[in-house]
């Protein structure tokens, strides 16, 4: 069961501005990746559903951040359906993030007040997700789609919308200004913030800098 609300999830969203993302087959890695991730300042942190058992493996991570990472909020990312949007709530995610926009996913995150953030690449498609009840929706990949151009033409007309964009979201300055001076809610970043060299060198504390960085990047441009 979720320990924290929807608009918990939504808040500290938008409070840290980052929302890091990352998949490992081993369990141990990925828990060093979210302690390090953690200690760097970031409070939400989403587990990309991808290869198999990949289940499993947030099942052994979900218990360790309640135990060891108690203000982390954890959720599960690129799920595509209501079933495994349903898997993934029992074990815990506190929100569910997908690429695309499914009704169904919709009601089942709805049913236990889960927040859930899926993935839009028209203002048609933002605008039903809405009406489904996401708070946040994810524009992706978020370059193809338009870019930063793209969130400042949707949040002209409509400036009551909250968007993530993820896909082409790098840790430097220059990028990260382009996209909330545009308007982002906040950004979701994977392997430009967890690098492969991090991974293979298991230089964690290097992480933990990317991402205090990257953080405190957000704040000044935010003033």
Known sequence: MAKFTRIEVCLIANKTGLVPLYFNTDAGTVKNVVKACYEGGA?????????????????????????????????????????????????????????????????????????????????????????????LVKIFPAMQVGGPDFIKSIKGPRPWTNIMPTGGVMPTEENLNDWFQAGAYCVGMGSKLITREIIETSDWAALTSNVNDAIKIIKSIRG
């Open 43 to 135: 409070r939400i942190f989403e587990f990309t559903n991808r290869g198999d058992f990949a289940h499993e493996v947030f099942n052994e991570l979900s218990k360790y951040v309640v135990n060891e990472l108690p203000e982390m909020i954890l959720g599960a990312g690129s799920v595509e359906d209501a079933a495994t949007t349903a898997l993934y709530i029992q074990l815990g995610a506190n929100f569910i993030v997908s690429p695309i926009l499914n009704s169904e996913m919709a009601r089942v995150c709805n049913r236990k007040k889960i927040a859930w953030v899926p993935g839009c690449g028209t203002l048609t498609e933002i605008a039903y997700a809405e009406e489904l009840g996401a708070e």
